[in-house]
């Protein structure tokens, strides 16, 4: 009886929409990119996780074109029964190799690898500590175990220990840490982060979703720039943001780990192999990120020139080490009219708010990508001053 529901949507939709939690969709007309068309007018676009600017390219589109004309469009089976390829143990092979780890699994999202994760491992002897800005799939993934949790305050290695001490005896523990966390682009202290789960003898689990790819001297992500690599036990990435930005995802891990996911992960055992035009061109992108490093050089003189320009124009830049360039304006309602006028203005950007960032603390978010060009970072940063100075923030 949908009657019984459908007065209930009806009120917590309006409820959103009076609260501004409401979310309208932007429909793109065109591919992802640099620029994208929205309503018949081109915008530059700085808020997708585009961060090589791969997405959207011809060359994605080769490689995706090549995987399906020899591999077929998809599998109709789960890995264990006949959906695994040459392409699917390669690809795992090569993220691995990529990531610094023994081995790798592949997932359909990020999402679903952390869902897969943290059930399979750990049970009601162990315990999970967690930061407390980790991204939704994690905090739910945690959820679905019956391991004690525990949230320790964002990056606070002091908090951080004491968790550790409270789970003193429990069977296994687990720290679980974004790499780059999405709202601030600050990257998590794994050194510190690995020193203590030596010293307390847990695990440790690294979400680098906003990372690989982007970080470490060869994509590897945040364990390859922290100088921890062989540190971290299960690393989760996807293929939905710098990677080409069509979605798939992996766990890599050490290799016992990686067999134990294979037999048990639910959302690894019970979902469609991932699609072969992704398998294959993440496989083909991931051995051409090796011998053209540009791109990620190009990403963070990027990142560099807009920091800079910005701070120059007298705007708030947090100082995270990162794509993500977060505009701190404190004002909730200037964040988000701000980024409606930058919209007017042909920059796409987000405004971020009460309650997806903490009160006080809202902010015009920006990611740099390497498709940027001089040009575009220079015009976005004219119309954050033009705009910023309308608002009183410059
Ligand atoms: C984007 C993101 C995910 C989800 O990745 P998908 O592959 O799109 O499911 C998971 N974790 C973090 C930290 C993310 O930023």
Known sequence: MYK???????????????????????????????????????????????YLGLSGTELMEKASEEAVKKWGYGLASVRFICGTQTIHKDLER?????????????????????????????????????????????????????????VFKHMDMNDLESKLQETRSKRLKVIATDGVFSMDGDIAPLKEICDLADKYEALV???DAHAVGVMGKNGGGTPEECGVADRVDF?????????????GAFTATRKEAADYLRNRSRTYLFSNSLDTAVTGASLWLIDYLKSHPEYRERLWANTKLFRELMKKNGFTVSDAQHPITPIMLGD?????????????????????AFP????????????????HTKEDIEKAVEKFTLVGKRFGVV
């Open 4 to 50: 019984s529901l459908k007065p209930i949507l009806e009120q917590e939709l309006a409820a959103a929409k009076e609260n501004g939690t409401y979310k309208v969709e932007r429909v793109l007309e065109s591919p992802q990119g640099r620029e994208i068309t929205v309503g018949g007018k081109k915008y530059l676009n700085f808020c997708a996780n585009n």
């Open 94 to 150: 090569s993220v691995a190799e990529l990531v610094g780890t023994e081995d790798a699994v592949l997932y359909s999202s990020c999402f679903m690898a952390n869902v897969g994760l943290f059930q399979t491992f750990f049970t009601d002897q162990d315990a999970i500590i967690s930061d407390e800005l980790n991204h939704a799939s994690i905090i739910d993934a945690v959820r679905l175990t019956k391991s004690e949790r525990h």
């Open 205 to 207: 689990m690294v979400d």
């Open 235 to 247: 690393v989760t990435g996807t293929f939905g943001k710098a990677l080409g930005g069509a979605g």
């Open 332 to 352: 909730e309602k200037k964040a988000v009219e701000m980024a409606k006028a930058l919209f007017d203005e042909g920059i796409y950007v987000i405004g971020f």
């Open 356 to 371: 997806v960032v903490p009160k006080g603390k809202a902010r015009i978010r920006v990611q740099v990508s390497a498709a």
